[in-house]
């Protein structure tokens, strides 16, 4: 798999319970993804996530984001992956892109062309879930962890980003700091 190295190309790396190792990036080749997985063709995109055994085999591999998107951050158990991510897309008359938000999701749309997301994958490499996180303002995504159950993940926003009585419902100025738990 090739996943060149520069300022613009992120490489994310997260390791399971038993050994398995997940790495998300950009990819140059078609052909690296695997049947029976998400997307296992490349399509507009150039974003992918693979899963390794602990000998270092390939277990599946499948695309995942359309364009000008970057994955920022995994965390793994041995039943999912949990992705987040970033997307800058502004299209023509506000038509935002849906590829990130699943049915019955928290939040199937994303309210602007600068927000986040997070996905779940299942150990096939099939997405379980996905949903976009943020308001009418940007909001950037920083990391993802998971503990018993419960996916934390922390970023940077403005507008109203928490719920009522949190510490601080709503962000400054010029923005603030934010942990959401699913």
């Given at each position: 798999l090739e996943f060149p190295q520069s300022e613009n190309k992120r490489v994310h790396i997260s390791l399971d319970q038993s050994g398995h190792f997940?790495?998300?990036?950009?990819?140059?080749?078609?052909?690296?993804?695997?049947?029976?997985?998400?997307?296992?063709?490349?399509?507009?995109?150039?974003?992918?996530?693979?899963?390794?055994?602990?000998?270092?085999?390939?277990?599946?591999?499948?695309?995942?984001?359309?364009?000008?998107?970057?994955?920022?951050?995994?965390?793994?158990?041995?039943?999912a992956l949990y992705v987040r991510g970033q997307i800058f897309e502004c299209l023509p008359q506000d038509t935002y892109n849906t590829y990130y938000g699943s049915s019955n999701s928290f939040q199937t749309s994303p309210l602007?062309?600068?927000?986040?997301?997070?996905?779940?994958?299942?150990?096939?490499?099939?997405?379980?879930?996905?949903?976009y996180y943020g308001n009418s303002n940007s909001s950037m995504s920083n990391s993802v962890k998971v503990h018993e159950d419960k996916v934390y993940f922390s970023g940077s926003g403005r507008g109203n980003m928490g719920t009522p009585g949190v510490f601080q419902e709503i962000a400054g100025i010029t923005g603030s700091l934010y942990l959401a738990q699913f």
């Open positions: 997940y790495i998300a990036g950009y990819a140059f080749s078609e052909g690296m993804g695997t049947s029976n997985t998400f997307q296992p063709e490349l399509q507009q995109s150039r974003q992918l996530i693979a899963k390794f055994d602990n000998n270092g085999g390939r277990v599946w591999c499948t695309y995942y984001s359309s364009n000008n998107n970057f994955i920022n951050a995994l965390d793994a158990t041995d039943n602007n062309c600068r927000t986040t997301f997070l996905s779940k994958f299942d150990a096939n490499g099939q997405r379980s879930w996905s949903t």
